[in-house]
Every structure is written in structure tokens, then in C-alpha cells.
């Protein structure tokens, strides 16, 4: 386990600020937020998302993941989450190139929507007040957000997962240290 | 002027040095020992480690005192302590048949192998009141002691009829049960999660949801197979080690009902199960527990679903007394926002309905 | 181990944290499907179930140290309950302020009232939930309310209220009134007066609920369409006491009613104890 890098300086209060910040995200979509301490996690995993990692999974959510060994040495050492072959069988997804369609990952039931599968993706960078029009709930008017590195077809494909609504996939995009949210409630319109 | 009153803090904290000072009484009788109730209040014990779901007579015996002997109270704080508590694993399936039995009976046979053994039951008491506890240093003599030697092997009667292809068998399975106390149920939730629910459901509950079935409500023949109360081992098996070890011994109580069952179109005439297995010597409870967990077999043994107890969520959702006390003792909790809401609505309906009535009554 | 550790033994907030992290993927589920219930493993608390331990679990998820606690119960800082859940995280969260503030609150945790004060960006309400199923008395078995969540099957409700408005000339629920949020669920608003129905349409704040004994958590995001249900001939009418508030003067508030002798003597104060003290200041100044 020689050269396995630290999680979380503080396991319970960095992940509480994390968490907030994940929630402001979600509440917020198309906001930007920045993590406060996030964790230096080996390439190619970014701090943002190794800090959403940290927070949210565990030995409860089975992981899919395509960073390669040292990412997953360290995710499971610090979080302990049971690694998964399919992203299909996965509760989080983290996609640091192409992600898998959405329409292959979990999106609950209309009874359990809650039984979806959420996709933390990584991009290049995020800005908000250009690029993609978002409207739905958490936003006033409409916010914008400019996602480079954004899969291709994205837009395409997001909005055939709100079509599906209540059923769906949340994602949480990740650039360095900050991160955006697009809950599956949220419309996503090319800027 | 009118004044807002204020002081809740200094009220919630005067209100509980007086519940200390009436938890002790009068300070000239000596104080109780948790040892004296873990010795002499054992059944209270049981009952309070069986609904706290959490085996340790110990602590069990601090939550009487601390709850001066409210046994809702005390299951209440023994849930809340347990819920805190690590997990480090899961122990393997008990052996009840491994059993040290204490006491144990069979109402369907006169006789059997393993025998008839009573224990220390009330049962056959005559149920006077008995005034020489009433003074101090009463000590029984020691009870007569049978043969060790004897009567080693006490096989289970389900088992007998069983051999005999008279028992319905049950399911065997290797899936990994759900846990009530982690995840929320759903329904149907299935027989593992409904005896892990029954296991520490309200004893009166489930007393009487037991009775109901014996008084018609829901259609049960029941009759005692066995009983048997006693010591089981508890082994886990830890992961690094990959094979099971004794961590100790606990006391439970199971209770196997055999329960006449006509047929259905796929299975013959046979026996049915009802199972009870909890904690402690708490028989009563165990047997209500293999009454209900018959009634609620209904839908899965293709028999109507008419009464009470065998409405699968209706029991299980109203079993839990810390739950239902919860809820029901909320309603000490201020609600004049709510009431104040009714009042609004209920005088502007009345002045709608009767405007006549009401101008005359407020003259 | 956390700086934040080891007050009395336990975890910070007094969670531990995978309790946290399942109440944390259920909060972030609930955001991302409005008004929906979500099942979550409810954990027994140190208080009773139905005293507001959904809202305690809820609070003590997202509560860090950086952040103002406002605990209200009726609208009043100083109830038993109130005093007594602050008192709670006090003990518990090392480092976390308290106040009687709403304007100085990042957490809010309430029962029965949404304060007058308009609620801003950056704030969480987390309200206390008795009962999450707002279709509970007209359909008791869980498993069938769900399947009618699932078909957005609403018509249980819309029957309720229109024999209401037969029987009363209008919608009889004074207190937790049905909302419909974001077009899409059927939610109860917990025992709010309806007076405070409108205060969650589009609030700039966070709404989350906790439902503990009930094992349910649901929320409202920020700038959300939440409607009281009503019908386009009886629109919904939220109801306040036709008083004057004693104390500060208010006629734009809800209203608490004092019985003041035993012949029929009553007055009003403001149940927001917060605001009505603001008011009263701002007054003397």
C-alpha cells in the first residue's frame, strides 16, 4: 500500500462542507460551486471528485468507475464501496473520459425513483453566464453554464432522460476543485 | 400589557431535576442496585433486552432504574443507546436444537423424547398473593435438581412430524436477510423481515393481536409443539479468521405453533408452522409470536385475508411501541398553530352556515 | 479522527457518519425528484419518535460548524421543544452557533410554522414531519399510496376537497393543506397553517423534510412551483385570526389567541416570536 495518498483531512467535517456544497449543486442546478478542502486523490481522479467519491459512497453503493487501479486502490481504502464491472449494476458511476449512455445506467422505478443511479462525470472546466440555457426547479429564471469537455451528444441524450421523469439520472459534473449539478428535473437547452 | 411568556429552558431543566428527585423516593429506603433488578426483576430485563432488540442484562437493568421502572421507557433508551453502537458482523444462524434447555414442553404429545421438563415456570401457581415475600430475608430453599445423566437429546417435534411428511416444509434459503432496524420496510416484506419485526414488537400488541386469531379473527387451529427456553450458543464467523467462533452465550425463548391446515389445490392436507424466537425467558411473547406469524402466512398458504392479523402491513407498521408511544405522546407537544388554524375555519364555517344563529348568539 | 470529535462520546452532530451518508444520498435524491418520498434507514434518536427526530436526523446531516442554527416550534423560539432540540445540537456540534434570528439563521428547523420573515438564498428549512403521506386518511396502506404517487393518480384528493366544498361552501383542511410541487407530486406541507402554504411557492431557500418515525424524506428546491390545491371556483384562501397582534401591532401576521380571563377575554400576539420581536424594537427606536 506504499505511495496510497490520504483522503479527507478530516473525515467528518470535510466531508460535512463537501456536502453542502453538493447539495447547494443539486438545489442550484447550473451553479457552480467550489470545494472548500477537498482531498488530492491520484490521476486521473480530479479533488472535486474524489471529494464527491468520499462523501457520498460507501460499502452500501456499489461503484463503477474507469480510472484505473491507483484511483480504485484509493477509493476503496478510503471508502470502502464494493467496485462493479457493469456501470448497469453501479449506484455511482464516476466517468473521468466517455461516460457510458445514460440510458444504460440505473434509473429507478416510477414507484422508487430514488433506486436511479447517479453519474459524476469529470470535465475540463465549468463557467457559468454562457453556454448551455437551464431551466426547471432550483432555478429562478434560467441559469447558464458552460461545460467544456462535455461528452458529445449530451444535450441529445439528457433530454431523453427527462423524458423519463420521475425515473432518471442525476449527474454531478466535476472540473478541479469545483463542481455543477444536473439533477434529472432540470432542462438543458444548447446556448 | 400583555407579556409573552418565556422560561422554557429554565422549566425543562427545574421539571427534570424533580424527576430525579422522584426517581430516587425517599432517600431513607436504600437506594436500588442495577444488580439487585438484574437479579430479581429478570423478566423485566428480558422484555426491556427482547424490544430494545439489544442482549445485555446489564445495561437493561440501568434502563429500568433510569426509567423508574417504565419498560417502554426503558426499551426506549435501550434502542437509543444500541442504535449508536458500532456493527462489527453478523452471527450465524442459532441452534436451537443445540439448545441447553431450562424448561421445556409440548402440548401436542404426552410424552416424547428429551421429556416434559417445566423449569421455572408460573405456570400451576395459585395466583395468591404471597405475604412472606413481603418481609425482608426470605430466602427459598434450593430446588430439587434431576439427573443430568438423563434426557440428553431433545429433539424438535416440528422435526418429528416433519420425518413423518405431516409438516409443511419451509423454504430453506442462503440469501442474506434485510435488516429492520437499517432499512425501511416495504411490503410485502417477506417471513424474514416480519419475525425480525415481530421478534421485538409491543408484548401487549402482540398479545392481543394473537388473541384476535383465537377468537375467530382470521381462522387459526393452533396448538403448542413445543417450547423450549434456554442457553444457545452465538458464533460469527470473522472474515480474516473464515471460521465461526462461540462469542457467547444468550438466553431466548422459541416457541413452534402446528397449526392444521386443510389444502390447497397445490399442497395436501398438512401442518402449518407459526414461529416465535426472541430474547430472554419471555414466553408469553413468544408464543403471540408464532400466532401472528401463522395469521400473516395467510396470502402465502392461499387462504383468505379478512382479519386484523393477517394484514401484513397493518400489523407490522403498528407493532413498535417505541414508535407508537412516540407518536402518540407528541400530541403533549404545543399545537395552538394548528388548533388556532381549526378555530379560524371552524368559526368562519359556522358563521356561513348560521349566519342568523350566530348574530343572536353574540347579542 | 475529527477534530470535532468526542463530545461524550459521540460523532459530531451525533451521527455516525455512514447514518450521514445514507441521509445524504436520500437528501440528493429527494432534491432531484420534488416532493417525492424518499425512504431512508431512520435511526432511533435520544428523543421520540413524533418529537421531531426526522427533522433532527435531517439537521444533523448537513449541520457543520459553520453554520446558525434556528430551532422554531409554533412559530416561537422559547417552546419546551424548541429550547429543547437546540439545546441537542449544542451539545453535540461542537463549534455550532445558535440564534433567535431568522435573518441570521443558515438552518431553520421548524414545526407547524414557516417565519414571516422572507427567507433568503443560502438558507435551509428543515421541517419536523408527522406525517409525509398526505393522502393518509383517504388511503391508509402505504403500498397502495405509493402505486398512486407513481401514476401522479390524484383523484382521491380532488374528490376530498370537492366534498369539502359541498359540505362547507370551502376546502376544509385548515393545517397541512396538499401542495402539488413542480406540476408533478402531491405533498404534505407538514401541519403548517395554510396561512403559510404561499410562503413555499418559489422561496428563494432550500426546503427539506424529515419524517422520522414515518422513515420518509422529501424536499422542495429552491425557486420550485408549489401549489395549494383548490379548484378554479374556490380558489385556496389561506386563513389568519382577523386580529391585531398585542404586542407589535401586526395585522399581516399569523396569530396566536391568549385566553386572557375565564369570560370570554382574548387577545393576539404574533406566533413568530422572532419577527413580532423585531417589530417591537424597530418600533421603540
Redesign the interface.
Known amino acids: 500500500m506504499s505511495g496510497l495518498l490520504p483522503g479527507f483531512t478530516d473525515p467528518v467535517l470535510d466531508a460535512q462542507s463537501a456536502f453542502r456544497a453538493v447539495l447547494e449543486a443539486m438545489s442550484r442546478p447550473g451553479r457552480i460551486q467550489r470545494l472548500q478542502r477537498p482531498p488530492a486523490p491520484p490521476a486521473p481522479l480530479s479533488p472535486a471528485s474524489g471529494a464527491v467519491l468520499l462523501t457520498l459512497a460507501d460499502s452500501g453503493t456499489p461503484l463503477f468507475l474507469d480510472t484505473g487501479p491507483d484511483a480504485e486502490e484509493w477509493v476503496r481504502f478510503h471508502a470502502g464501496c464494493p467496485l462493479v464491472a457493469e456501470p448497469a449494476e453501479a449506484e455511482f458511476v464516476l466517468a473521468s473520459a466517455l461516460p457510458p449512455k445514460l440510458a444504460a445506467l440505473r434509473a429507478g422505478t416510477d414507484e422508487d425513483p430514488q433506486t436511479s443511479a447517479t453519474l459524476i462525470l469529470q470535465v475540463e472546466s465549468l463557467e457559468e453566464g454562457a453556454g448551455w440555457h437551464l431551466t426547471g426547479p432550483g432555478i429562478e429564471h434560467a441559469h447558464r453554464l458552460r461545460v467544456a469537455g462535455a461528452p458529445q451528444g449530451f444535450v441529445a441524450e439528457w433530454a431523453a432522460n427527462a423524458v423519463r421523469f420521475p425515473r432518471g439520472v442525476d449527474v454531478i459534473l466535476c472540473a478541479g476543485d469545483t463542481i455543477a449539478a444536473l439533477p434529472r428535473s432540470v432542462s438543458i437547452r444548447e446556448g | 400589557m400583555?407579556v409573552?411568556v418565556?422560561?422554557?429552558?429554565a422549566?425543562?431543566a427545574n421539571a427534570h431535576a424533580w424527576l430525579a428527585e422522584e426517581r430516587r423516593g425517599d432517600p431513607a429506603v436504600p437506594e436500588i442496585g442495577t444488580d439487585q433488578i438484574g437479579e430479581q426483576l429478570t423478566l423485566a430485563v428480558d422484555r426491556v433486552m427482547a424490544e430494545g432488540s439489544c442482549y445485555d442484562p446489564g445495561l437493561a437493568a440501568l434502563a429500568i432504574k433510569q426509567s423508574r421502572g417504565d419498560l417502554i421507557e426503558a426499551i426506549?433508551l435501550l434502542?437509543?443507546y444500541?442504535?449508536?453502537l458500532?456493527r462489527f458482523g453478523a452471527s450465524e444462524p442459532l441452534e436451537t436444537g443445540a439448545m441447553l434447555v431450562r424448561r421445556r414442553i409440548s402440548a401436542t404429545y404426552k410424552d416424547l423424547p428429551g421429556g416434559q421438563v417445566l423449569g421455572p415456570t408460573f405456570d400451576y401457581t395459585h395466583r395468591l398473593l404471597d405475604f412472606a415475600l413481603a418481609a425482608e430475608g426470605h430466602a427459598p430453599s434450593p430446588a430439587p435438581e434431576a439427573d443430568p445423566g438423563e434426557d440428553a437429546a431433545c429433539p424438535r417435534v416440528t422435526a418429528m412430524l416433519a420425518d413423518e411428511g405431516l409438516m409443511a416444509p419451509e423454504q430453506p434459503s442462503d440469501a442474506e436477510p434485510g435488516d429492520v432496524t437499517?432499512?425501511?420496510l416495504?411490503?410485502?416484506a417477506g417471513r424474514a423481515l416480519r419475525l425480525q419485526n415481530l421478534a421485538r414488537g409491543d408484548e401487549g400488541f402482540l398479545l392481543s393481536m394473537a388473541y384476535s386469531t383465537q377468537r375467530g379473527y382470521g381462522a387459526n387451529h393452533p396448538f403448542v409443539g413445543e417450547i423450549r427456553q434456554g442457553e444457545v450458543t452465538v458464533e460469527i464467523v470473522p472474515p480474516e479468521l473464515g471460521f465461526a467462533i462461540e462469542i457467547g452465550d444468550i438466553n431466548v425463548t422459541e416457541c413452534q405453533m402446528v397449526n392444521q391446515f386443510n389444502g390447497s389445490r397445490t399442497e395436501p392436507p398438512q401442518f402449518t408452522r407459526g414461529y416465535g424466537l426472541v430474547l430472554g425467558r419471555t414466553e408469553r411473547r413468544a408464543m403471540s409470536m408464532a400466532l401472528v406469524d401463522r395469521a400473516l402466512r395467510a396470502e402465502e398458504l392461499g387462504e383468505e385475508v379478512v382479519a386484523p392479523a393477517q394484514n401484513e402491513?397493518f400489523v407490522l407498521?403498528h407493532s413498535d411501541n417505541?414508535?407508537a408511544?412516540?407518536?402518540?405522546?407528541?400530541l403533549k407537544?404545543?399545537?395552538?398553530?394548528?388548533f388556532?388554524?381549526?378555530?379560524?375555519?371552524v368559526r368562519?364555517?359556522r358563521a356561513?352556515?348560521t349566519p342568523q344563529a350566530m348574530r343572536e348568539a353574540a347579542e | 479522527m475529527s477534530a470535532a470529535m468526542q463530545n461524550e462520546g459521540y460523532n459530531f452532530a451525533y451521527l455516525d457518519e455512514g447514518t450521514k451518508r445514507m441521509i445524504r444520498r436520500a437528501l440528493l435524491k429527494a432534491v432531484a425528484v420534488p416532493g417525492c418520498q424518499i425512504p431512508f434507514g431512520s435511526r432511533e434518536m435520544p428523543l421520540p419518535y413524533g418529537w421531531g427526530t426526522g427533522g433532527i436526523q435531517v439537521t444533523a446531516s448537513i449541520v457543520g460548524p459553520e453554520d446558525v442554527l434556528k430551532v422554531i416550534d409554533q412559530g416561537a423560539d422559547d417552546t419546551t421543544n424548541a429550547v429543547s432540540i437546540r439545546r441537542f445540537f449544542a451539545r453535540v456540534a461542537p463549534g455550532l452557533r445558535t440564534t433567535e434570528r431568522t435573518v441570521e439563521a443558515s438552518i431553520i428547523q421548524t414545526r407547524h410554522r414557516i417565519p414571516e420573515t422572507p427567507l433568503r438564498e443560502g438558507q435551509v428549512m428543515v421541517y419536523q414531519v408527522p406525517q409525509p403521506e398526505p393522502l393518509y386518511k383517504l388511503e391508509p396502506r402505504r403500498a397502495e399510496t405509493k402505486r398512486l404517487h407513481a401514476l401522479a393518480d390524484y383523484g382521491l384528493m380532488q374528490v376530498k376537497l370537492y366534498e369539502d366544498i359541498a359540505r362547507h361552501g370551502r376546502v376544509g383542511s385548515s393545517y397541512d393543506h396538499p401542495v402539488m410541487v413542480g406540476g408533478r407530486y402531491l405533498m404534505a406541507p407538514s401541519p403548517i397553517p395554510s396561512f403559510d402554504n404561499p410562503k413555499m411557492h418559489m422561496s428563494p431557500a432550500l426546503q427539506l423534510f424529515g419524517a422520522g418515525r414515518e422513515r420518509r424524506l422529501y424536499a422542495v428546491p429552491p425557486y420550485t412551483d408549489v401549489r395549494s390545491l383548490d379548484f378554479e371556483d374556490h380558489p385556496f384562501v389561506p386563513l389568519r385570526a382577523n386580529g391585531t397582534c398585542a404586542l407589535c401591532g401586526a395585522r399581516d401576521t399569523y396569530l396566536d389567541e391568549m385566553v386572557t380571563d375565564d369570560r370570554g377575554g382574548r387577545l393576539f400576539v404574533c406566533s413568530d416570536t422572532d419577527h413580532c420581536g423585531t417589530k417591537q424594537a424597530e418600533a421603540a427606536a
Open positions: 400583555y409573552a418565556k422560561g422554557g429552558e422549566a425543562i426506549f434502542r437509543a444500541r442504535t449508536t458500532p437499517r432499512t425501511p416495504t411490503y410485502p402491513e407498521s417505541v414508535e408511544t412516540g407518536f402518540l405522546e407528541h407537544l404545543p399545537h395552538y398553530v394548528d388556532q388554524s381549526e378555530l379560524e375555519i368562519a364555517m356561513a352556515a
